[in-house]
């Protein structure tokens, strides 16, 4: 287990846009694939 998962917050109750996802996965500094993981 790790503490990665408090790069990405995101509201459930918001629906979130492709760019909107880039920039969050820009600014996390981490691979789709690693975001996959955490949700």
Do not use: C, N, W, Y
Not at 6 to 18: E, G, N
């Amino acid at each position: 287990m790790t503490d990665d998962k408090h790069l990405v917050i995101i509201p459930r109750h918001h629906v979130i846009k492709p760019g909107t996802l880039k920039q969050i996965l820009d600014a996390a500094e981490i691979s789709p694939e690693h975001f996959k993981d955490l949700l």
